[in-house]
């Protein structure tokens, strides 16, 4: 069964450093998202992507956040010039746009960032 | 504006029935799913209501009330293995499918 990866699985960074979190969505799907869960806190949404741009970003996306979907597989997250309170899990997700599944999101595994 | 409420945590028996409840307000309701959540893992999809009613998938069962704003996630025959948090999110009406999400209630299943 195909599966949503996101790379790397864990990243250390240092406050005020770039960081790219990576995510190969499944090859069928339309609909890309991005969520952060800070530790012990409800997931949030940051970010929508369809058709190679932005649907919907939430208040927490600021100018210090963008996305890419560079060559029509890999969906990226980057984060400018990280703060402490970056620190958190962040999760890609896709999503069918009919079938189905089309109301499912399925989910990568994570990134865990942790900002120093 | 959205609040989504359930309980923070609830422990039960291996074996049992657990009943988690869920109750939002949200402008432009869509629709509501239930996430499985083990500890440092992503959510797994388990459940969406779009209609009122009572959705049943195995050992596990989802109930809508739109009127009221509430739903349910039924986990009968529980195993150790159902110990997880459970995300209760909804959308809303619109070209954004994006989930809007409670903070979960962590279920402790004991033997």
Redesign the interface.
């Known amino acids: 069964e195909p599966e949503v990866t996101q790379t790397p699985s864990h990243q250390v960074t240092q406050m005020g450093q770039e960081v790219i979190l990576r995510c190969v969505p499944i090859s069928n799907h339309l609909?890309f998202?991005w969520?952060r869960q800070i530790l012990g806190?409800?997931?949030?949404?940051l970010v929508?992507f369809y058709n190679n741009e932005i649907?919907?970003k939430s208040e927490i996306f600021d100018d210090q956040f963008s996305v890419e979907r560079p060559d029509g597989s890999n969906f990226t997250l980057k984060i400018r010039s990280t703060k402490l309170e970056d620190s958190a899990m962040y999760?890609c997700a896709g999503?069918s746009r009919g079938g189905a599944n089309q109301?499912?999101?399925?989910?990568?595994?994570?990134t865990r960032l942790t900002v120093t | 504006g959205q609040n989504i409420d359930q309980p923070t945590e609830m422990t039960a028996t291996e074996g049992a029935i657990v009943q988690i409840n869920c109750t939002y307000q949200t402008s432009g309701f869509n629709?509501l799913?239930w996430y499985q959540q083990h500890a440092g893992?992503?959510?797994?999809?388990l459940s969406?209501n779009?209609l009122d009613g009572l959705e049943e998938k195995g050992r596990f069962s989802s109930f809508l009330s739109r009127s009221k704003g509430y739903s349910y996630l039924l986990l009968k025959e529980l195993q150790m293995k159902d110990s997880a948090s459970y995300?209760c999110?909804v959308t809303r009406a619109g070209?954004?499918?994006?989930?809007?999400?409670?903070?979960?209630t962590s279920l402790a299943v004991n033997p």
Not at chain 2, 95 to 104: F, P, S, V, Y
Request: hydrophobic share 35%; glycine share 12%.
């Open positions: 609909y998202y969520y806190q409800k997931v949030e949404f929508s649907s919907e999760f999503q109301y499912e999101q399925y989910f990568g595994p994570g | 629709g799913f893992e992503a959510p797994t999809f969406y779009v995300l999110a070209n954004n499918r994006k989930l809007i999400w409670g903070l979960g």
